[in-house]
């Protein structure tokens, strides 16, 4: 990071490097920066410097903060800190989105966890789609339930293993239920192979 350039960018301007964000985590970040006043706004920004990339064209890519770069985007928050971790201009386009992907900085899989083509993430940050469980895996982590970890997609992984457990209805209809359900799930060993996980292992007999 000590190498990087760190420069102010128009929200607007940043590319996806994924399909999907939990709306609801967007809804808590927007209301976080609607609430602050500007001296806290400053330190919102100095807290999430967010990481990029630079492609072809010289166009920024996000590699992560992507619930924070939508909700600022729709608050109109204008510029932003960026800092760019590799410069892949020189690239043509379609080496440039095999690079990221055996690099683990995209994640070209849609709101039902189905990997897709590296053409189908969006090109603009607001048509990202809603993934339900990307906002339970944020509450989940609120409550405790799991830790955050360094691990690349980690909310991803957690996202699928809730998916395959707790109906979508339940969580789009009573949240609550959805995020008691996911609790449960977190702390039991079923969970255990996931990274941040924060259960106790049950002791044989």
């Known amino acids: 990071m000590s ?4 420069f102010g960018i128009d929200v607007a301007e940043l590319r996806p490097t994924q ?5 609801r985590e967007v809804e808590i970040k927007r209301r976080e920066w609607r609430d602050a006043d500007k001296e806290e706004r400053s330190r919102i920004l100095r807290r999430h410097v967010v990481p990029a990339v630079v492609g072809p064209k010289d166009t920024p890519y996000i590699v992560d903060h992507h619930h924070f770069v939508r909700a600022l985007l729709e608050e109109d928050a ?4 960026v800092y760019v971790i590799a410069d892949l201009s ?5 080496e440039f989105w095999i690079f990221l992907d055996n690099s683990a900085w995209c994640h070209a899989y849609d709101r039902r966890g189905r990997r897709r083509e590296l053409g189908d993430i969006p090109k603009r940050m607001a048509d990202l789609v809603d993934d ?16 955050k970890s360094d691990k690349p997609f980690f909310e991803f ?6 998916r395959r457990r707790i109906d979508e209805n339940v969580v789009e209809k009573n949240f609550d239920k959805a995020l008691a359900e996911a609790l449960l799930l977190a702390k039991s060993d079923k969970a255990k192979s996931l990274p941040g ?3 106790v292992s049950a002791q044989a007999e």
Do not use: E, H, N
Request: with cysteine; charged share 20%.
């Open 19 to 23: 399909m999907t964000v939990g709306l």
């Open 3 to 6: 190498d990087s350039l760190k």
């Open 132 to 147: 339900p469980y990307r906002s339970l895996v944020g509450a989940l982590i609120r409550q405790g339930g799991c830790a």
């Open 78 to 81: 204008g510029r932003i800190a």
């Open 197 to 199: 996980w924060s259960g």
């Open 90 to 94: 020189p690239l043509p386009k379609d």
């Open 157 to 162: 992984l957690w996202a699928d293993f809730l």
